[in-house]
């Protein structure tokens, strides 16, 4: 066992083990299904009991338009999201899901025969492997070989995340996607909280600092990491709040593009980008981050990120964009911040 898989023991015990429903958590900070798209939402009702109360989730990691896509879901549990993600992808598309924690993994795999029936599907389109998520290479999984990695409330347990954003940018293809929800604290934690078992089972002494998370995204090439939405996570527990207390923690859901072309400053360009209306669910219009809504059909001027963003990936189909790069602008108006703490206001790198 590497040193990147330290400690890990602790956390197989409390998933495995400590957990047995979703009602055992004593924080709000990994179980929620606030803000679940209604398209999702609507899909719960075909995924079986079992795997749903042993959902350990902070948001809704899914993005849209995932036909035929083969799509990792990273720390995948007993399956919600990975399955949720199946139904998604449909009989063309493929579905890989990683866990290090067997009690879990066994859940979905029990249900893999009856869930493909639900679906449909003739064969099924999704895999369960166990494993690590800091090394997708020795379970297989190809450079450059999906194109969307997802990940909900898991990250934080890692104890080496810059493992864990390496592997999944290796293993994505060129315009890929990592889309994921995680815990994020306004500050670096000290570092002796690891050592608490329930604190970092609830998903919050492993929590990012954003500014180390966009420093780490950045090293690793993508230097524009987005927003897609926030919730402040409530203490419900007195002998957590004492403890941990003294951290404000929210719930992000994040998305972040592998694009060689993405700037560390939104750059003006004199571009415009058109939403057509055509991704599933979508007909008005589209988010593409907390501060990007396309109404269909009406042009939004747009940064030469968020230009390659909608034009450079999977997204392009269902977009129209006028001008390019050959003139530059100056900066382009930044919109909100993307730092997670109560008073985030307007940025200047990596937020457009």
Sequence with gaps: MTTAFENTEQIRAYYGQVLQTSKDLKTNACCTLDGLPPHLAGLLDDIAPEILERFYGCGAPIPPAIAGCTVLD??????????????????????????????????????LSAQMKRYGFEHPNIVFKHGYIEDL??????????????SDCVINLSPCKERVFAEAWRVLKPGGELYFSDVFADRRLPAVLMEDPVLRGECLAGAMYWEDFRRMMAALGCPDVRQMSKRRIAFSNPDIEAKIGMAVFHSVTVRAF????????????????????SIAGYPHRFTLDDH????????????????????DTRFARHFRVTGDRSTHFGLFPCGPGTATGEDAGACDTGCC
Aim: include cysteine.
């Design 292 to 311: 990007h809504e396309f109404e269909t059909g009406r042009p939004v001027l747009v940064c030469g990120n968020t230009a390659a963003m909608v034009q």
């Design 74 to 111: 990273l720390g995948c549990g007993t399956g919600r999201d990975a399955y949720l993600a199946a139904r998604l992808v449909g009989p063309q598309g493929r579905v890989i899901g990683v866990d290090m924690t067997a009690e879990q993994l066994d859940i979905a795999e029990r249900h």
């Design 258 to 277: 592998k694009l060689d072309v993405l700037e560390d400053r939104c750059e003006d360009y004199g571009q415009a980008a058109y939403y057509q209306g």
């Design 137 to 150: 290479q020795t379970l297989g999984i190809a450079d450059a070989s999906v194109d969307v990695v997802i």
